[in-house]
């Protein structure tokens, strides 16, 4: 957030290539922290942090992004290129979504091909996600009659373990479950919410390289992703765009 809060304070004033500048210098250094401390659980989360910043504030490419940690001597952070690179051809196609909701719901994005949709992913754990619910819930309340839908993907955390029985599964599974279900009764969710309890290897996270959460996908009537983060106000100006409001 401050590396994106820096780079539009450059764009601002009009100084684009300077904004630029100060993102590949902001690399720099970076890189440097990433050699001192390889091995951090931070480092992949900061690397999203410093992608996010490059493509929605300065139009980078977010493959030529990627590509400059492709090379870092943290593993984790290599690893975190890798995968989004790899997620990357998924993102350039129609989204290619479809499961059975926890509430037992059929959802297909593509039978969803004529509407706006955001595809949030989120968690009952994470602040920040639960401080977007108030926007989406006023988005959707305000657009699904127009053709707005929301679908999403929880990274709810079934604490599970490769030694656990198949009894002591299912309990973590159930109760993870629970928690969502009691979540989204009690916040008035209407739309249909993935769940597998794998927290970051959630299927569809694993398959869009989420490394950090919200992780918000708008959606356009042909099933491109047009924004990966349609968050705050961006949501609804994107909205409107899409629906010709």
């Known amino acids: 957030a401050a590396t994106s809060r820096s780079l539009r304070a450059k764009l601002k004033s009009g100084e684009e290539k300077d904004a630029r500048g100060l993102w590949l210098g902001l690399l720099t250094r970076f890189s440097a ?25 300065v ?7 990627c590509r400059h940690f492709l090379t870092a001597p943290d593993a984790g952070v290599k690893k975190f290129a890798e995968e989004k690179l790899a997620a990357l051809a998924h993102i350039e196609k129609p989204i290619e979504l479809a499961f059975t909701a926890v509430d037992g719901r059929a959802v297909d994005l593509a039978k969803l091909r004529g509407k706006v949709v955001l595809v949030d992913f989120w968690a ?36 599970l373990s490769a030694n656990d029985t198949p009894g002591q599964r299912e309990a973590k599974l159930a109760k993870a479950r629970r928690v969502l279900t009691d979540f989204t009764a009690q916040n008035k969710l209407p739309w249909p919410q993935h769940f597998d309890g794998q927290y970051w290897k959630n299927e569809f996270a694993t398959k869009f390289g989420i490394g950090a959460i919200p992780a918000m ?4 009537q042909n099933g491109r992703i047009v924004s990966t983060n349609a968050r705050g106000e961006k949501l609804e100006r994107e909205i409107r765009h899409l629906l010709k409001l």
């Open 59 to 65: 139009s980078g490419s977010m493959e030529e992004g």
């Open 217 to 220: 996908f708008l959606v356009d």
């Open 124 to 159: 009952t754990w994470c602040g920040p996600c639960k401080a977007e619910l108030p926007n989406v819930i006023a988005a959707y309340h305000k657009y699904h009659d127009q053709g707005f839908e929301v679908v999403g993907i929880t990274l709810e955390n079934g604490n």
């Open 33 to 57: 922290h990433v050699a001192r401390y390889a091995g951090n659980a931070r480092l992949g989360p900061e690397a999203e942090n410093f992608l996010t910043a490059w493509k929605d504030v």
